[in-house]
Nanobody, 118 residues
Framework: VQLVESGGGLVQSGGSLRLSCAAS????????MSWYRQAPGKERELVAR????????NYADSVKGRFTISRDNAKNTVYLEMNSLKPEDTAVYYC????????????WGQGTQVTVSS
């Protein structure tokens, strides 16, 4: 099983980034996918979540209206489009997969750093 995030980097405040998470080794279309983030000295927090078929999403209040989660089950990939980035969005962003029927099957990616300069 692998979840490989990409697309992180350094961006100025107000800028945009698109994160990708490529999955392999499990039936991607059966899994709910989420993006979490962890800033230095803080707990990991949920950023956005999307159901297995992509029909429902939810977001942390802090990113609503700025971030969009989407998935392509044909490509086994989940995305996080991040716009109007703020310095407080600086964190390591992690991809997470969970089988909603068998939640013991859940996997994490290695993370990708997002740094927003003011």
């Amino acid at each position: 099983v692998q979840l490989v995030e990409s697309g992180g980097g350094l961006v100025q405040s107000g800028g945009s980034l698109r994160l990708s998470c490529a999955a392999s080794g499990f039936t991607f279309s059966n899994f709910r996918m989420s993006w979490y983030r962890q800033a230095p000295g803080k707990e990991r927090e949920l950023v956005a979540r999307i159901t297995s078929a992509g029909g429902s999403t939810n977001y942390a209040d802090s990113v609503k209206g700025r971030f969009t989660i989407s998935r392509d089950n044909a490509k086994n990939t989940v995305y996080l489009e991040m716009n109007s980035l703020k310095p407080e969005d600086t964190a390591v962003y992690y991809c997470h997969a969970r089988n909603p029927i068998s939640p013991q099957y859940n996997y994490w990616g290695q993370g990708t750093q997002v740094t927003v300069s003011s």
